[in-house]
């Protein structure tokens, strides 16, 4: 059956890398149809807009959609971000942010982000803003039911994995009301997978081990903010966020999921042809797994696995689509 993919482009190099992941995946033997959305800083410097509901609408009846990057100068910090990313990932219910590490030995990793509750959900305001007694809150929302579906869905991935290895990672000795409902729903829920062995890191000795020791990862478990700044440092670590992919997902399915390489816009070499797109070919072959395209999606990870990060954005998709084309 084909699937149906909303392609947003976004900006900089975002519309650059994403037009590769397309060409690569119909070279791959993808049965897609794609079509373009124009969303970003740059239509919101335009008219004003964002994510208008009525597109959000309209994203709705897509099988998955595919993000390039967003972000442009002369934008507010934060805007675009707070307007599209996170406003389709609450509005969507993409509850799931899975990002994949593999690091030059062939090792691989895996982190599940908790994605529409924590920190980022908002909560919190300013009082007497501007003056010398101004007071600013930041809340971070954990509820059962969201916790307990994220960590259901790590212990199911761990599961499915060679190593059936699981680590909690948080920071329970001084957060202890979200750090003990973590904790509890974690050791609550690990009855169910006996066959799984489980581990605990507080966030501060995570980072250590990802760059001292990132072998002892198997699966990794965590909350929407430590989970954001783990796996950029995941990504440093698996060779730079050139080859950084992620996946925004709805595992129940009652809503497209989003793949997005996880490198910004970069809008100092967008239009040169010097942009890395193995990330968004990559994020475009973790759509094609989730949407049960999984030959397409073994040739495109497996021919990313052997090119080089240098040539720039048409040498490197040229590389790729070889590899894809010669296993086809």
Request: a negative charge.
């Amino acid at each position: 059956m084909t699937s149906r993919i909303a392609v947003i482009g976004g900006d900089g190099i975002g519309p650059e890398v994403t037009a590769v992941a397309v060409d690569i995946m119909k070279s791959a033997g993808a049965d897609i149809e794609t079509v373009d959305f124009d969303l970003g800083g740059s239509r919101y410097l335009r008219d004003g807009t964002v994510l208008p509901d009525e597109i959000l609408t309209e994203l709705r009846g897509f099988d998955a959609i595919l993000l390039g990057a967003v972000g442009t100068p002369g934008v507010p910090p934060g805007l675009i971000e707070r307007g599209l990313l996170l406003k389709a990932r609450f509005e969507l219910d993409l509850y799931i942010n899975l990002r994949p590490f593999t690091l030059p030995d062939g090792h691989e990793f895996m982190v599940v982000r908790e994605n529409t509750e924590g920190a980022y959900a908002g909560e919190g305001g300013f009082l007497r803003k501007g003056t010398p007694q101004e007071v600013a809150t930041q809340g971070s929302v954990n509820t059962r039911h969201g916790v307990e579906r994220c960590i259901r869905f790590a212990f199911d991935l761990a599961r499915s994995r060679p190593a059936r290895h699981l680590t909690l990672v948080h920071k329970t000795n001084v957060l202890n009301f979200s750090g003990d409902l973590w904790s509890r729903a974690f050791d609550e829920v690990s009855a169910d997978y006996p066959d799984v062995e489980t581990g605990y890191n507080h966030v501060d000795a995570a980072c250590i081990h990802f760059v001292q020791d990132p072998h002892r990862y198997d699966v990794i478990v965590t909350d929407n903010l430590f989970g954001d700044i783990l796996t950029d440092l995941g990504g440093a670590v698996a060779g730079g966020i050139g080859r950084a992919a992620s996946a925004n997902l709805n595992p129940d399915r009652t809503a497209p999921s989003l793949f997005e390489p996880v490198h910004g816009s970069a809008p100092d070499i967008a239009g040169q042809g010097l942009a890395n797109p193995v990330a968004a070919v990559l994020s475009a072959a973790m759509m094609l797994e989730f949407l049960g395209q999984d030959e397409p999606a073994r040739r495109i990870e497996e021919a990313c696995a052997t090119v080089p990060d240098e040539g720039g954005t048409a040498a490197i998709a040229a590389a790729i689509t070889a590899g894809v084309e010669g296993t086809r």
